[in-house]
């Protein structure tokens, strides 16, 4: 054989090779032609239809919140920057590096001595998320230092043993439950000061009888929440990648059954748990675990195809990386409402939920950033969230001028780049059995002409829709034209039509 070709082949093969082994849960899958056996698939349906999942696939817009201890140094310590040393904000006691603070995750460790957030309201947070446009809450009950923030029977590292004592996942989900917001619990099953936890998988006996105490710990903390927080709607699972739990399977699988269970209508993304063959978020076949794709975690899919129907959302920080609080937003890039915003309704026009992060400081206050962003996200929503709330992908290709969503005959055109002539051009195909027939601005509910235009482009299979945007009407933000849809009947059509 010759060398080219023979490097042509093995190149085929590594790729034909990666393909199966590394069917991604971003973008397409690559679909492996024999179907594994598989013992601890999908554990619900594809595309629940049932009321909580309906809901779900609703919401549009989300808010994640990160507190924790992590929140008291907010990125530094005595005056020294974690930037650089340690991964993300609320990742804080892993710092490492030669700035580390000395006997750092001593100093950690005992940050819950001091936690009394003396400004801290529930209810003003669920007021802002609500003013926000917010529909439901991803809160964190415990990250990967362990610290519970409800006060759970299960270990001593918890709210009640700070100064604060008072039960804050109880605070929180009774203010956002009484705004009408849906509240999901992020519970991290990694920890990092557990003597019980492990990340490698436990081979000897000693190592099984400390993790299977680990384990049972962990599905005791959760029994508790469910139980403490009966209007809870779902979990929100992280720290779920190491072999320890990845090797548990069985127990995860029996785990999620029960939880299921007991909580009817529970939402659980693909995070928590894996197949026999260690297969995350799809298992070894390419069908997910669990109810929605839980992997766009700051990013976003490419187009409608990467989903394949899936339901799934984002979630989004502000500062580049960084959940937990960061009291300096200076020297980083940090998203404007209008990237936000342009994040939004692109997950919208592709059928998700878009969750917005906040990281409140050691005192309970938002970050001063946060609030402005709040305040202005919520502003827009109020005129436009129409467009977002229950709508979907609208099965017409992303225009450059912005993007598309629909709700029952109504299709909304969200222009984050008006043209200079003012022409807002829709292009649909020609085949198409619905059209554009009337239009409104929903910035003032101005009336706005639909025209045919017959461009006369030969060979085009596209006709086109002109909407004309006044040159009065004047914004600094993405507008949204509404427009319904119907049959095309008029005449324009039917004259291009006869000249087929
Ligand atoms: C995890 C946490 O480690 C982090 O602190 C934060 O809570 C975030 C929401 O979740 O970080 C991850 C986890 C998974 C991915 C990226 C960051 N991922 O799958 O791309």
């Known amino acids: 054989m010759n060398r080219l070709l023979r490097k042509s082949l093995l190149a085929t093969a590594l790729l034909v090779a990666t393909a199966t082994v590394h069917a991604q849960w971003t973008g397409p899958k690559a679909k492996s032609t024999e179907l594994k056996e598989i013992k601890y698939g999908p554990l619900s349906p594809a595309n629940r239809d049932d009321e909580a999942m309906v809901a779900f696939r609703n919401y549009g817009l989300g808010q994640f919140i990160h507190w924790g201890l992590y929140a008291i140094p907010g990125n530094e310590w005595e005056g020294v920057s974690a930037r650089g040393g340690a991964a993300a904000s609320e990742w804080i006691r892993a710092w490492r590096g030669p700035d580390t603070p000395k006997d750092w995750v001593k100093t950690y460790d005992n940050l819950y001595k001091q936690f009394n957030p003396k400004d801290f309201d529930a209810k003003r947070w669920a007021k802002q998320a609500k003013e926000m446009g917010a529909k439901y809450l991803i809160f964190t009950t415990k990250h990967h230092d362990g610290f519970a923030m409800w006060p759970t029977q299960y270990s001593d590292y918890n709210i009640s043993k700070s100064p604060y004592k008072k039960d804050i996942v109880k605070e929180v989900v009774d203010a956002y439950t009484a705004e009408g917001i849906d509240v999901y619990l992020y519970f991290s099953v990694m920890e990092w000061n557990n003597p019980d936890y492990m990340g490698k998988e436990p081979k000897t006996a000693a190592e099984k009888k400390k993790f299977d105490r680990f384990l049972n710990y962990t599905r005791n903390q959760l029994l508790e929440l469910m139980t403490h927080y009966p209007q809870m709607k779902g979990f929100w699972f992280d720290g779920t990648w190491d072999q320890s739990w990845i090797k548990s399977y069985d127990f995860t699988y029996k785990l999620e059954q029960e939880l299921r269970e007991k909580h009817p209508g529970l939402i659980i993304g693909s995070r928590f748990r894996n197949d026999e063959y260690g297969k995350r978020h799809f298992d070894s076949n390419g069908q997910m ?180 945007v006044p040159h009065t009407f004047q914004t600094d933000r993405a507008f949204v034209i509404k427009m319904k849809v119907d049959s095309p009947k008029g005449k324009a059509e039917k004259l291009m039509d006869a000249k087929m």
């Open 289 to 468: 675990l669990g109810d929605y794709e839980q992997g766009w975690e700051r990013k976003l899919p490419g187009d409608i195809t990467w989903l394949e129907g899936r339901d799934w959302d984002c979630v989004m920080t502000i500062p580049p990386n960084g959940w937990g609080y960061m009291k300096d937003w200076s020297g980083i890039y940090t998203k404007t409402t209008d990237d936000l915003l342009d994040m939004l309704v692109y997950s919208a026009s592709l059928s998700g939920n878009f969750v917005l992060n906040f990281g409140p400081d050691g005192q309970g206050n938002m970050h001063p950033e946060e609030d402005r962003l709040a305040k202005e996200i919520g502003d827009w929503m109020k005129v436009n969230g129409e467009a977002i709330y229950g709508a979907r992908h609208a099965g017409m290709t992303n225009s450059k001028l912005g993007y598309f969503t629909k709700k029952e005959d109504n299709l909304y055109l969200t222009i984050f780049n008006r043209p200079i002539n003012n022409i807002v051009r829709i292009s649909v195909p020609k085949t198409a059995t619905e059209v554009p027939v009337t239009a409104t601005l929903l910035a003032n509910g101005q009336v706005l002409e639909v025209k045919h235009a017959d461009l006369g482009i030969d060979l085009d299979k596209n006709t086109y829709y002109d909407v004309v």
